[in-house]
């Protein structure tokens, strides 16, 4: 559980960060596809029976390369950017499942990739998920003027002298690493939800870039507390039982938040 606990915390820090440009930007359709094109590289990484950590090592791989895909068709091929994500969200997962099914263990392997295993998370995979993590933290300390620039007025970036495509390109890797690191908290099916519900919930109750990159990391952390207090005491899966958290918080936010659902009906009554 403090393992968990430790885990769970990189990928509430790491997670609603980079998830808040994809709520800014509407990345939320790349960001599924990356979560669940990691099964690919996973897979590649389980058949070959590599340790825990290249398996992880192997999603990270299979995650920057649907990024850098879906901008090499987009541009190159002139294909619409959606349809590139479909292609490659259900080649990469269709070509995982294909390999994971030809293990002993098949149901219990991809159960554990699909949704993932933080209780069985070890010392190896804390220290790669912190790394990873560091890694998306200091891009984004580094380049966050230019990232907020391009995420809100492309084109005045563009004016600006700023290489939009080259940091539109950098933040697409960054949310595949920042899926990355929610990989192994809570499989390739829930991490769109780690990366997606806390910033999701802070941008309903703040305006301000920093303030939604905060807010989110607070709504992760109580999510990962919750998710797995819940998990210990209801004999039921931890992951799920995380996401549902962030999921709760996020309608909680809705509710309360100063556009809510809540202070819509109460101004007109005051009126």
């Known amino acids: 559980m403090r393992r968990a606990f430790l885990a769970g915390a990189v990928v509430a820090v790491a997670a609603p960060v980079v998830g808040t440009f994809v ?16 099964l690919a590289g996973a897979a590649v990484a389980l058949v ?3 340790s825990s950590v290249l398996i992880t090592l192997g999603a990270a791989v299979a995650a ?21 994500i479909g292609m490659l969200f259900a080649g990469f ?16 392997d991809l159960n554990n990739l699909l949704v993932g295993n933080i209780l069985g998370v070890a010392d190896q995979d804390l220290i790669v998920m912190g790394a990873l993590a560091a890694v998306v933290l200091a891009a984004i300390w580094l380049f966050y003027a230019e990232l907020r620039y391009v995420a809100y007025d492309p084109e005045m970036a563009a004016a600006s002298g700023v290489p939009v495509t080259l940091v539109q390109i950098g933040l697409l890797v960054l949310i ?3 899926a990355v690191v929610a990989f192994r908290l809570v499989g390739v099916i829930l ?9 999701a919930a802070a941008a309903l109750l703040f305006r301000t870039l920093p303030r939604i990159m905060f807010g989110g990391v607070a709504a992760g952390l109580a999510a990962i507390v919750i998710g797995l207090y819940a998990s210990f005491h209801a004999n039921v899966a931890a992951g799920p039982a995380i996401v549902l958290a962030a999921v709760a918080l996020f309608g909680l936010a809705f509710l309360v938040s100063p556009r809510g659902l809540l202070r819509r009906r109460v101004v007109p009554f005051h009126q």
């Open 64 to 84: 920057v390369l649907t990024a850098l895909g879906v901008v090499g068709l987009t541009r190159s091929a002139q294909v619409r950017e959606d349809t590139a």
């Open 48 to 50: 070959a029976g590599a």
């Open 191 to 199: 991490t769109l939800a780690m990366l997606v519900a806390p910033a």
């Open 176 to 178: 595949s690493l920042g």
């Open 23 to 38: 709520i800014v930007r509407g990345l939320a359709f790349l960001g599924d596809a990356v979560a669940h094109t990691q």
């Open 93 to 108: 997962f269709a070509f995982g499942v294909l390999l994971v099914s030809r293990q002993r263990n098949f149901a219990v």
